[in-house]
């Protein structure tokens, strides 16, 4: 591996007009999350190597005019009365640490680090553990990686990796709490319209509108007074009555509780202006770390389904439910992703061998809240506004249920989140004193956690006019039992492909057994 010497880049238009902007209550939640991150490889370029680059350079330039704030320092708030502890980010000043921006050359071909789309697509899974992610973003450490250290440190990087013959890719990487996948692509596709403009295509426009950076538009959808001396409890019991796990990270003295999370524990501790030794901590529940072995080699797994067999999976779902139901609701509208979910879920829990298991087991969702606020954020909010959600039942009901009743638990689940609720939801995570002390989801044995991609566009990205699509789009996960993450296919079939990360032995099971469901088989 060659490299040059990391940049930092800063907008085209940088002002000097100083600015700091508190990040959302839902923000504050996901600062201790992995980065958000993706990468595009490229078969070709148009142009020669050094019009490529300082295309893609200028381009990205005068995009983050549109973004200006992630070229600043991303840090904790200082300590507000009745205010959360939650990060912020100051920018329009001389020591922004601007964008990391850096080229590396690989002496191997872009064919020796994923097959095509058609060739994944026709071999309906691709064993892709030996994709190395890291191989393809930068190794500089982003502002509150660690929870604690920031100055300096970038919130956002990008590598360019030029590979031995031909071809290219794009690694971004960025902190959470700045950007989930929505606000990630609704940059990708601002930059890659730019692009496409210097490679003569002055007609190129981003399928995604303008980014909208405001938080507190987010926070003011809150239910009631969030700063209020005393809680309205109303608000508190319907927040805690969602399906929304709480599990404590400062929770340190669970003997099962992996020593390596400690320091970024203790780091996610406010001030004592924050939290006096008086304080009272909100409801919480231990996590239940002795079910995640994290000895246990994870491996990397893509799975392709197609648009038929989609259909088909939500046709079998459909026709398990019920016939019937209450006249104001109708049935339960069962989508393909609910019956994919539910079909997965099954399967994952089949392979840990839980069919006799009475514990319980759960499917955690990543949801979005823009949509689902009235009214909506716009698509092209920056920022991170999700939550996470579960469905759940006894591992042995989950064995033996019909697909259709997993689906509908799925869906349930989902859909006890509407405006009110969301608003309760908000209410309750704002006078947290550090929201990032509770996590929503899990992983290891008894849970799954899933994140959803579909309708960003990840294979709609093109740098230079052609109608060229990606070779491969890698949604940057880190590898931990349990985790699956969905995206639009790389082939135009319809279809889906999904990131599954398993232990070995109960990947290749899933993998073997993807279609045995009730003696459901997908037509040829």
């Known amino acids: 591996m060659d490299s040059n010497s990391p940049t930092r880049l800063f907008p085209l238009s940088r002002s000097h007009e100083p600015a700091s902007v508190a990040l959302s209550i839902l923000d504050a939640t996901v600062v201790r999350f992995a980065p958000t991150g993706a990468i595009w ?30 070229a600043g320092q991303l840090q904790w708030a200082p300590f507000q009365p009745g205010r959360t502890h939650r990060p912020m980010i100051a920018f329009n000043t001389a020591s922004d ?23 994944r697509a026709r071999n309906g899974a691709w064993a892709g553990d030996a994709f190395t992610q890291n191989i393809f973003l930068s190794e500089t450490r982003l502002a509150l990686a660690n929870l604690r250290d920031y100055e300096g440190l970038p919130a956002m990087t990008i590598q360019i990796t030029l590979f031995d013959g031909a071809g290219f890719a794009i ?22 319209a730019a692009c496409r403009v210097l490679h003569g295509h002055a007609n190129a426009i981003s399928p995604m509108d303008d980014p909208v950076f405001d938080p507190s538009v987010l926070d003011a959808k809150a239910s009631g007074d969030i700063h209020a001396e005393t809680p309205d409890p109303a608000l508190l019991a319907t927040a805690r009555s969602l ?36 304080t009272t901590l909100s409801p919480s529940t231990p996590a239940p770390w002795a079910t995640w072995d994290g000895s246990k080699q994870v491996t990397y797994t893509q799975l392709h389904f197609t648009g ?72 092209s909010s920056l920022g991170s506004p999700i939550f996470i959600a579960h469905a759940h039942a006894r591992a042995t009901d989950i064995c033996a249920s019909p697909l259709g009743h997993t689906a509908a638990r799925i869906r349930a689940a989902i859909q006890h989140f509407q405006p009110d ?5 908000l209410y309750d995570a704002g006078r947290e004193v550090a929201p990032q002390r509770l996590w929503q989801g899990f992983m290891g044995q008894r849970h799954t956690l ?17 109608a060229l699509r990606p070779r491969y789009v890698h949604a ?48 040829s």
């Open 41 to 70: 490889l490229f078969e070709d370029f148009a142009a020669d190597e050094n019009t490529l680059l300082r295309h893609l350079q200028a381009s990205l330039i005068q995009t983050l005019d549109r973004f200006p704030q992630w």
């Open 97 to 119: 640490p601007g964008v990391e921006w850096s080229v590396v050359r690989l002496a191997q071909p872009i064919a020796s680090f994923a097959p095509t789309a058609s060739e």
């Open 171 to 192: 690694g971004i990487k960025m902190a959470h709490c700045l950007a989930d996948a929505q606000a990630l692509m609704v940059f990708v596709h601002q930059w890659a």
């Open 243 to 278: 399906p929304l796990h709480r599990f404590d990270w400062w929770e340190t003295s669970d003997p099962d509780y992996p020593p390596a999370m400690v320091p970024n524990t203790e780091n996610s501790r406010p001030s004592s202006e924050y939290l006096p030794p008086d």
């Open 308 to 379: 038929p067999e989609l259909d088909h999976l939500r046709h079998l779902a459909r026709s398990q439910l019920p016939t019937s139901h209450s006249p104001e609701t109708g049935p339960p509208i069962i989508s393909r992703l609910d019956a994919l979910l539910a079909h997965i879920w099954q399967l994952i829990t089949q392979a840990r061998a839980l069919q006799h298991c009475p514990d319980q087991v759960y499917l955690n969702v990543t949801l979005g809240a823009r949509p689902r606020l009235i009214p909506p954020l716009p698509p």
């Open 421 to 425: 609720t969301l608003g309760a939801m």
């Open 450 to 466: 899933v994140t959803s991609w579909l309708r960003t566009g990840v294979y709609d990205v093109g740098f230079d006019g052609r």
């Open 476 to 523: 940057v996960i880190p590898k931990m039992d349990g985790c699956l993450q969905v995206m639009d296919s790389g082939v135009l079939d319809g279809g889906i492909d999904l990131a599954v990360y398993l232990d070995a032995e109960t990947a290749q099971w899933v993998v073997d057994h993807r279609w045995d469901l009730d003696g459901y088989l997908v037509d």
